[in-house]
C-alpha cells in the first residue's frame, strides 16, 4: 500500500463514527498505573489484567503537538497515579478504548484492590474544573444528565476564571486540532503528488469535489493561523514574510483580502 493511500485512509477513518455497538453499563476496579495523556490512562485489575481507558465526555490537548498537553497530562497524572478506580463504562472507541467515567480514592487506596471502597473524585470532572481539558459535548448526551451540568457548569466557570487553558485568548480544541492537521496532511501529500484534483481524487477514490473542499479548508486554516502569527509578532510584512517564509505576495493576499 503506497503512502498516499495509507494517508487517504488514516483520513476517512477518522473521520468516521466508532462503530462498535454499546454495551451493557459496567465497571472495573482497579489500580491506575499509568497516564498516557491528558484523557487516557491504564489501569491494573486485581486479576492482573490491564485496561486503557479514555476518560468520557472529556477532550483534552493533543499530546506533544497542542499547547497545555504536558501540563494537561501532569494535572491527570497528579489525581489518579498509583490510586485506586472504579471506571464506569458502557462503549469502547474507534481505537479499542474503553470509554468511561473514571472515580479514584485517596493515594495509594490500599485495600481498594481488594473490597470495594467508595471513590469520591470524578476526574473527568477535575481536569475540566482545572482548565486542563474541555468537556466533549459532542458525546454529553451519553453523560447523566445531572453529570452534563456538572461538567458543562465547570467549563464555564474555568473559562471565565481563565484556569489553565483558557488563559489564551482563542484555544483551539483538540477535535479542531486534529481535524485541521488531516487537512494539512492531505494537502501536503496532494501537492507532493503533483497531480491535478481531479486525477488524485480517482487515485485515492475521493469525489473530486469532496476534496476541493477538503484542500480549500486546509488553505483556509492555514491562512488564518499564518494572520494569526502575524498580529502575534510584532513584525512588518517585509520582516515577517523574510522570517516565516511566506511570499509577501500571499502574505499581502491574508492580511488585505479582497
Not at 85 to 97: C, F, L
Not at 125 to 131: M, N, R, T, V
Not at 145 to 165: H, N, P, T
Request: glycine share 6%; aromatic share 10%.
Amino acid at each position: 500500500m503506497t503512502r498516499d493511500y495509507r494517508l487517504i485512509i488514516f483520513f476517512w477513518f477518522h473521520f468516521l463514527l466508532a462503530i462498535a455497538p454499546p454495551l451493557s453499563a459496567e465497571s472495573i476496579n482497579g489500580k491506575v498505573i499509568k497516564v498516557v495523556d491528558g484523557d487516557t490512562i491504564i489501569v491494573l485489575d486485581d486479576n492482573g489484567f490491564k485496561y486503557r481507558i479514555r476518560l468520557a465526555a472529556i477532550d483534552a490537548p493533543e499530546k506533544k503537538s497542542q499547547p497545555y498537553s504536558s501540563e494537561s497530562t501532569m494535572s491527570l497524572r497528579w489525581l489518579v497515579h498509583n490510586k485506586g478506580a472504579t471506571v464506569e463504562y458502557s462503549k469502547y472507541d474507534r481505537y479499542g478504548r474503553i470509554v468511561g467515567k473514571i472515580m479514584v480514592g485517596s493515594k495509594g487506596d490500599k485495600h481498594c484492590l481488594i473490597i470495594e471502597c467508595a471513590r469520591t473524585t470524578d476526574v473527568g470532572l477535575e481536569q475540566i474544573k482545572s482548565g486542563m481539558a474541555w468537556h466533549y459535548k459532542r458525546y454529553q448526551n451519553e453523560q447523566s444528565i445531572e453529570d452534563r451540568k456538572f461538567y458543562s457548569s465547570a467549563e464555564r466557570v474555568a473559562k471565565k476564571k481563565q484556569i489553565g487553558l483558557w488563559r489564551d485568548k482563542n484555544p483551539i480544541q483538540p477535535w479542531k486540532w486534529r481535524r485541521d492537521n488531516r487537512l494539512k496532511a492531505l494537502r501536503k501529500a496532494f501537492q507532493m503528488k503533483g497531480s491535478k484534483k481531479k486525477k488524485y481524487a480517482q487515485e485515492i477514490g475521493v469525489d473530486p469535489d469532496q476534496l476541493k473542499i477538503f484542500i480549500d479548508e486546509a488553505v483556509k486554516n492555514e491562512d488564518e493561523a499564518i494572520k494569526q502569527k502575524f498580529e502575534q509578532s510584532g513584525l512588518d510584512e517585509e520582516e515577517f514574510a523574510i522570517e516565516f517564509k511566506v511570499s509577501p505576495e500571499r502574505l499581502k493576499a491574508i492580511l488585505n483580502p479582497k
